[in-house]
Each structure stands twice: as structure tokens, then as C-alpha cells.
């Protein structure tokens, strides 16, 4: 475990990972702390003037219009906190509690919100801590930030409402706080605002989903090889000089990826073995590089968007760094939300191109000499006949998650709030399609291994038999007889979540992009 240090310049994808999913300790910098203190006395001195300033003197949203006095401004941002945090449904999983509540952080410690720096302090304590605020599915329109969620983070630092201790047992948060020597917060002017208003949640899942997403591309780019070396299939489109006359980058990637799986293979190119030899493979044999290439293309933006969404400061109103206190609108979710949808368009066409290969392996009319379901004895035997209707079923919701929620909008605050980003939203689903899309990746990888080792008298790849040596070796078995296959499908789809596919084969190809 390694400490992650925040400034006031933002932070990495990769930091965002290590404290959601490496429970990596946080420290706040001298740098941070010192800008912190700054931003504060800024606040301070217009809180104690007459004029009203939006989020230190008045209501907000609608509410902006009312001016609030001294007397009631602490009770104010208690009350945004308590009357915010209004979620309902589901709870949201442990790492994206953990990443909304670092990313505010690094927002926090820029300097631009005003908040203490005892605050932020907290907050980093209550991450070491491992104490997860109870967060639920629903309360996000991915405008103001990702209110709701965050809301319920800020109850926590407040000691109310209720959250997850390290070892898992939900408590009121007042109680793990004290078990763990962190006092309540009391909030003061702005700092309840501040605590929610940010992306911070839409863009944690998308940093997270881009980690995951690299790793599946990775998987499937192998997958597709050893479908192409199943189906005795021609490695020549995957020829270097072919891809660099059409020149996305993606697709030479994956050309690359595919061809070093495939280096030493005694299965491609068997066409002349048919009844009816081919000249050609299927398109989505042969076009797998494009579409696969295509998504690696649109991970790539995506990847763009969350590093400059990491390096920013947002909230409203900010400090800037001449003083003034400005209301802005950069809170909108917008940017984020569009590239949720890309990827969950590009991995639901991964997806649907990654099923149409499995189900030629199983269709005798099109396998090119494999026993139907690649069974072992079909008729009395099934082979993986279901499997592929599981993985079909997969694809199909992954087609339904793919329609855009970033182009839905639902007015609100009494129609302050009038256009709304839906960014929680999309992020929420493209997690539902990412894991969907491992399940399909490994479907696949069941049945092409089977397929090529039911290949008598022809020799895989080396990297082929690594992958499957490493998948047989991880629980999942080989051709024979029907059994319970979901053990199988479970073992696999863990195999290339836990990414012991690329793990196997690049010891051979050396490392894949």
C-alpha cells in the first residue's frame, strides 16, 4: 500500500484507483493546506460584510434570492447537508463511495472552494479510517454535482446518518467516527456547498471504468486470436502494412495484439481443408482489429476528458486566484456524461462482435469441422449450446445500456436547474455493461480454448497454449462430457477479471497494449 499525497494541482487516474480500490492512505501537502488557508480568509472577509454572496450569505439554488444572516449561516450549511442527502435505492459499492469522497477531496484542497483546511483533514481521515458513508443509487441528475451522493459523504463528516466500517458492519456514522478518534465536523460558511458540489462521482466510475476497460481490450484482442486460430481462420489481414494504410491507432493496436498471439500457430490458414474453401473469413473474424481498434480509439478521448476533469476545481462559487468569489456553471457534467455513453456504446459493439465469433465456433455449418456445440458427443451431449444464449442475453442488455442517458434532461429546482447532464446515470450503467462485457470476453475464451484443443494433429500458438494451460490451471475444464457449466463460466469470467489471461500470454508475446 502506498500513500497518496494531494495538492492543490489535482490528481491521477491512477491515484483515484489506488485509494478506491487500494485503500490507499491519504495525506494532504504542505502546498494544499497553505492555499487552503488562503481561500479561507477570503470567504471569511466577505462573510463578514453586508453584501450577500451566493453560498456564503444566502440560500441556495432557488433559494439564492434570501439573504441569511450571521446568526443562522452555520445552521444553513448543516441544513443543505441534512435536507441534500435524500438518495434512495440500492447502495452504491465501496469503491465508488471511496472515489467520490477522494476526488472532492483533491477539489476541496485546490484552494478555489474556500473550505478549511481542518475540514479537508477529516475527510482524509475518515478515508484512512476505511469508513464508507452509506450512498444509494439514486439522487444525481449530474448538474450541482452528483448532490445527493455527496450529500450523504458530508452527513458522515458531520457524525449522522450511516456508514460502513473497515470491517464491512454498517453503524450509525456517529459511532464508527468516535471508535476511530475523529470528531465531528461543524460546518461554517460555504464548506456544506462545497462538500457537494462536484462530478466527482460520475467521473470516479469513469476513471475506474477506463482502468477496466484498457484490461478488457487487452482480453479481447487475445480472445479474438484464438477464435481466428479456432476457426482456421488467415492471419494475414492482420499484416502491419494493412492497417497502416487506414491509420487509427486503435486498429493497429489490436492487429498487433492479435498477430503476436497468434506468432507460430500450425491452425491458421487452413482454408484448402474445407468442403467449400473460403477466401475469405467472416467479418467478425476478420474486421475484429477495426471494431475492437474503434473502441480502444474512444477509450483513448475518454481518457482526455477524465485527466483534464482531474485537474480541475469544481464548485460554486470558487475563489480565484485574485480574490474574487465568481459563480460559474462548471459544475455541469456534461463532458464526463458524453464519454460515459461513448464507452458504453463501444463496448457494447465489443461485446456483440465478441458473441457473433463464439457462435460461429458453435455452429457446425460454420465452425469449419468442429462438432456442433462443440460437444462431446452432440445429441446426447449439449456442448456449450446455453452458454452462448447467456452470453447472447448479456449482449442484448449491453445493447439497452448503450442508449445515451447524457441525451435526457429533467428540469428541477424550480427550474433553476434546467438542464441537467444525467452523468450519474450514465456512469451507474457503464459500469453494468464493463462487467457484462467480462462475462462475454470470457464465454468466448471458454469456447475457443475448447474449440482449439478439439483441433486434433494441429499445433495452437504458444501464447494459445499458455492461455490455455493458465485457464485450466485457474478451474476451468476442457472438452468431455456434459457438466454443470456455471462453475466453468465463473471461473472464467474471474480468470479475465482478475486479468490472469493477459498475465498468461504475455510471458510469451511480451507485453500487449
Not at 147 to 162: K, R
Amino acid at each position: 500500500m502506498h500513500t497518496v499525497v494531494v495538492g492543490t494541482a489535482g490528481t491521477s487516474g491512477r491515484d483515484v484507483v489506488a485509494v478506491a480500490r487500494g485503500l490507499a492512505r491519504v495525506e494532504l501537502g504542505a502546498e494544499a493546506l497553505g492555499a487552503m488557508a488562503a481561500a479561507r480568509e477570503v470567504v471569511e472577509a466577505l462573510a463578514a460584510k453586508p453584501e450577500p454572496v451566493y453560498g456564503v450569505s444566502t440560500g441556495f439554488g432557488a433559494l439564492a434570492t434570501r439573504h441569511i444572516g450571521q446568526d443562522l449561516r452555520t445552521q444553513l450549511q448543516r441544513n443543505i447537508v441534512r435536507s441534500h442527502a435524500a438518495g434512495m435505492g440500492p447502495r452504491v459499492e465501496r469503491e465508488v463511495v471511496r472515489a467520490l469522497m477522494f476526488l472532492r477531496l483533491k477539489t476541496v484542497a485546490s484552494g478555489r472552494t474556500g473550505v478549511r483546511p481542518q475540514i479537508a483533514q477529516t475527510m482524509a481521515d475518515v478515508l484512512n479510517a476505511r469508513i464508507t458513508p452509506v450512498v444509494h443509487e439514486f439522487g444525481s441528475l449530474g448538474c450541482s454535482g452528483d448532490l445527493a451522493p455527496l450529500s450523504h459523504c458530508a452527513l458522515t463528516l458531520m457524525g449522522e446518518g450511516d456508514a460502513e466500517g473497515p470491517d464491512g458492519t454498517v453503524a450509525p456514522a456517529g459511532e464508527l467516527l468516535a471508535a476511530h478518534g475523529i470528531a465531528p465536523v461543524e460546518l461554517r460558511e460555504k464548506e456544506g456547498l462545497a462538500l457537494l458540489n462536484g462530478t466527482d462521482g460520475m467521473l470516479g466510475m469513469l476513471v475506474m471504468a477506463i482502468a477496466d476497460l484498457r484490461r478488457l481490450y487487452t482480453s479481447a484482442d487475445i480472445t479474438a486470436a484464438l477464435s481466428l486460430e479456432a476457426l482456421l481462420g488467415t492471419a494475414k489481414v492482420l499484416a502491419p502494412e494493412l492497417h497502416a494504410i487506414r491509420p487509427h491507432p486503435g486498429q493497429g493496436v489490436s492487429a498487433a495484439n492479435m498477430l503476436r498471439v497468434l506468432a507460430g500457430s500450425g491452425l491458421t490458414g487452413h482454408f484448402q481443408q474445407d468442403e467449400a474453401p473460403r477466401v475469405q473469413d467472416a467479418y467478425s473474424v476478420r474486421c475484429a482489429p477495426q471494431v475492437a481498434g474503434a473502441g480502444r480509439d474512444t477509450l483513448e478521448y475518454a481518457d482526455i476528458v477524465a485527466g483534464r476533469e482531474l485537474a480541475s476545481a469544481v464548485d460554486n462559487p470558487v475563489v480565484l486566484p485574485d480574490g474574487r468569489v465568481e459563480s460559474n456553471g462548471n459544475f455541469h457534467g456534461a463532458p464526463v456524461a458524453y464519454v460515459l455513453d461513448f464507452l458504453a456504446i463501444a463496448a457494447a459493439d465489443l461485446g456483440s462482435i465478441a458473441e457473433r465469433r463464439t457462435d460461429r465456433l458453435l455452429d457446425k455449418n460454420r465452425s469449419h469441422g468442429l462438432p456442433p456445440f462443440l460437444a462431446d458427443d452432440p445429441g446426447v451431449d449439449s456442448g456449450l449450446m446455453i452458454a452462448q444464449y447467456t452470453q447472447a442475453a448479456l449482449v442484448s442488455e449491453m445493447k439497452r445500456l448503450a442508449v445515451p442517458a447524457s441525451v435526457d434532461s429533467i428540469p428541477s429546482s424550480a427550474m433553476q436547474e434546467d438542464h441537467v447532464s444525467m452523468g450519474w446515470s450514465a456512469a451507474r450503467k457503464l459500469r453494468t455493461a464493463v462487467d457484462h462485457l467480462t462475462r462475454v470476453i470470457a464465454v468466448e475464451l471458454y469456447a475457443a480454448t475448447r474449440a482449439i484443443e478439439l483441433r486434433e494433429g494441429l499445433t495452437p500458438a504458444p501464447a494459445s497454449r499458455a492461455a490455455i494451460d493458465a485457464l485450466r490451471a485457474a478451474g476451468v475444464q476442457g472438452p468431455g462430457p456434459d457438466r454443470f457449466l456455471a462453475p466453468d463460466l465463473a471461473a472464467a469470467d474471474a480468470f479475465v477479471r482478475e486479468g490472469g489471461l493477459i498475465a498468461a500470454v504475455e510471458p510469451v508475446t511480451g507485453p500487449l497494449a
